[in-house]
């Protein structure tokens, strides 16, 4: 019966979703030891709502390439757990408004 649990674990940390979420907290600890967030933060202070899209592209495009990586694979990552987590809202059922 152990086995069968050891099964049933494995196949639970190695599924699709789970692998997705390993990739996504691994670009979140790179993110953070490649980047100064309270810098980040600061700096967001400093322009408000209008600004948020060019400050985010200025510095996306400003950035090393291994913090460009790191978003490009955990914005891709997010999109495809989202597309994963709405494939599994079944079809025929309303959402309670």
């Keep these: 019966m152990a086995a069968v649990l050891m099964i049933?674990?494995?196949?639970a940390l190695i599924s699709a979703a789970a692998i997705k979420l390993y990739i996504l907290a691994a670009c979140i600890v790179a993110l953070a030891s490649l980047t100064s967030i309270s810098q980040v933060l600061v700096n967001l202070g400093h322009i408000g709502p209008v600004g948020?899209?060019?400050?985010?592209?200025v510095a996306f495009v400003k950035t090393g390439l291994l913090v460009r990586l790191a978003v490009?694979?955990?914005?891709?990552?997010?999109?495809?757990?989202?597309?994963?987590i709405v494939g599994r809202i079944p079809k025929n059922r309303v959402l309670a408004v």
Excluded: D, Q
């Excluded at 948020?52 to 592209?57: C, L, P, S």
């Excluded at 694979?73 to 994963?84: I, P």
């Design 8 to 11: 049933h674990a494995a196949r």
């Design 52 to 57: 948020y899209a060019t400050f985010f592209f």
């Design 72 to 84: 490009i694979v955990g914005v891709a990552t997010v999109l495809s757990l989202l597309v994963e």
